[in-house]
């Protein structure tokens, strides 16, 4: 079984799942062993697309994917303030949008942490 944080909403796809294509939001996609029992591996993801095919074969293209231990609360907090703070001073809309990308991220790399 796979679980993606598809923009939708988290997402299990299981052999015989529907064809499907879905956006994938900052979030942690896990990949758990084929009978539920062997170790599940976690990723973060910034966001990107899975698809799955008629064949129940899953592919999922992140923009970036980092094994989930390998995260640091530390830096995910101070990119979180850092780009708050360029948020009050961001003068165009590319600039605010910019700063929301890496506010929502950052958030989201803290969100997974919380739930490790």
Do not use: W
């Not at 299981?14 to 879905?22: K, S």
């Not at 064949?55 to 994917?65: F, I, K, P, R, T």
Request: charged share 20%.
């Amino acid at each position: 079984m796979v679980t993606i944080p598809a923009v939708s909403g988290m997402m299990g796809i299981l052999a015989d799942h529907a064809p499907t294509i879905a956006q994938l939001r900052p979030g942690v996609v896990s990949v758990h062993g084929a009978d539920m029992a062997d170790v599940t591996h976690r990723y973060f993801v910034s966001g990107g697309f899975a698809e799955v095919k008629a064949d129940s074969s899953a592919n999922v293209q992140a923009l970036e994917a980092v094994k989930l231990e390998d995260l640091d609360a530390g830096q995910a907090r101070k990119t979180l303030d850092d780009a708050n703070a360029a948020l009050l001073k961001a003068a165009t809309d590319i600039e605010k949008a910019q700063c929301q990308i890496q506010i929502e991220v950052a958030e989201a790399v803290l969100q997974a942490l919380e739930a490790k």
